[in-house]
């Protein structure tokens, strides 16, 4: 799955790929991998925390990469930016912060920070441009994060500004695929029903429970596409502002959860739990800046969720 024409970018050139064992920095490792880029530097999480400034000073100090793919940060879905505010904008905040300092100051060639459509107002005009940022109050179940991620994009752009550093800002929506995370509270809500009605299935239960309403439209992308995005933005794009990455598809929560369920082979029903938050009503990107630019999604919601079970199958369930 390649964007259009194969990458200017140097191949033999050491690439940091930050969060590699993640859902994107793992798609971003294949996808590389797959160009035939032969130098990509990959630290764990043990061998280099990334909040920790001087370890990431003496890291690039001593590596010297010439591109920067920054896919580390404290993730989570609805339930875990509203339980854990302080480690979601401290945690990436502070990760954020080190590597794009660090880059400039070792001489990178070009780094891309990810960010999210949570950056956006809870209300924003729909589809959302790269222009609705600032324009009005957060969704207060991810403000901790938007917070984080907006200071992210901003950072970029002041150093572009003030040093001429080729840092650029993705907005990723709604990613889903191999390497997610599973698990039952704390993920997003893609994984989490994938888990819930596989193991609903494996007991013979005869009903799954689905949080909120139901009703909150949300865009999903595969993360083999995103992945596709990012390098393709590494190599052709250099401007100041940020630049959406969506599908253009969306669909309602109680949509996915039938498309889910139908994937996995669940025969029960679902139950609403309405004690649980809706988060955003809606948050669809206008993604046509990256279609000018020459990009555009491949993989459909239904191959994509028949891919990502496929892969759950053989690697998480037990
Ligand atoms: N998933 C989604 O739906 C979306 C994701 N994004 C953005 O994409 C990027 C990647 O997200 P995603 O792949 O889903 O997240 P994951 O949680 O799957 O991966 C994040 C990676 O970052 C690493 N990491 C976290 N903290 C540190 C640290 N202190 N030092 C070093 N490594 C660390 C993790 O390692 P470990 O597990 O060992 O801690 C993990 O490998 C993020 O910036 C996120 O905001 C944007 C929109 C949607
Ligand atoms: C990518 C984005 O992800 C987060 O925002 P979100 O889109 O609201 O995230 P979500 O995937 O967790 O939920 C989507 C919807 O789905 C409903 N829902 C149903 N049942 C489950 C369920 O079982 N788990 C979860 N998590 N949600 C469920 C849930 O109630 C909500 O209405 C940000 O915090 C932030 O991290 C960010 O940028």
Not at 110 to 129: N, W
């Amino acid at each position: 799955m390649e964007g259009p024409g194969s990458p200017t970018l140097d191949k033999s050139g050491k690439i940091f790929v930050a969060g590699h064992r993640g859902l994107v920095g793992s798609a971003v490792v294949r996808k590389l991998q797959h160009l035939g880029f032969t130098n990509l530097i990959l630290k764990t999480h043990s061998d280099l925390d990334l909040t920790r400034q001087n370890d990431v000073e003496s890291f690039f100090s001593a590596t010297k990469p010439q591109y920067v793919i920054l896919a580390a940060a404290k993730v989570g879905g609805i339930h875990a930016n509203n339980t854990y505010p302080a480690d979601f904008i401290a945690i990436n905040l502070q990760i954020q912060t080190n590597v794009i300092d660090s880059a400039y100051k070792n001489g990178v060639e070009k780094l891309i920070f990810l960010g999210s459509s949570c950056i956006y107002p809870k209300f924003a005009p729909q589809p959302i441009l790269e222009n609705a940022l600032l324009t009005a109050p957060l969704e207060p179940t991810n403000e901790w994060y938007a917070i984080a991620k907006i200071a992210g994009i901003k950072m970029c752009q002041a150093y572009r500004i003030q040093f001429k550093f080729d840092a650029i800002s993705a907005m990723p929506t709604n990613l889903y695929g191999p390497n997610d995370n599973f698990h039952p509270e704390n993920s997003h809500v893609l994984p989490a029903l994938m888990r819930r009605f596989h193991e609903a299935k494996v007991r013979g239960d005869k009903e799954v429970v689905v949080w909120g309403s139901g009703s909150p439209l949300r865009e999903f992308l595969h993360v083999d596409d995103l992945a596709d995005a990012v390098v393709f933005l590494l190599d052709k794009y250099s401007g100041l502002e940020h630049v959406n990455v969506g599908s253009g598809k969306e669909v309602t929560i109680k949509e996915l959860a039938e498309l889910v369920k139908e994937v996995v082979g669940f025969k029960g029903d679902l139950v609403w739990d309405s004690s649980k938050p809706d988060g955003t009503p809606r948050k669809l990107m206008d993604s046509s800046k990256l279609a000018q630019l020459g990009w555009t999604p491949k993989v459909s919601l239904h191959d994509g969720l028949v891919d990502t079970y496929k892969w759950y199958l053989e690697n998480v369930k037990q």
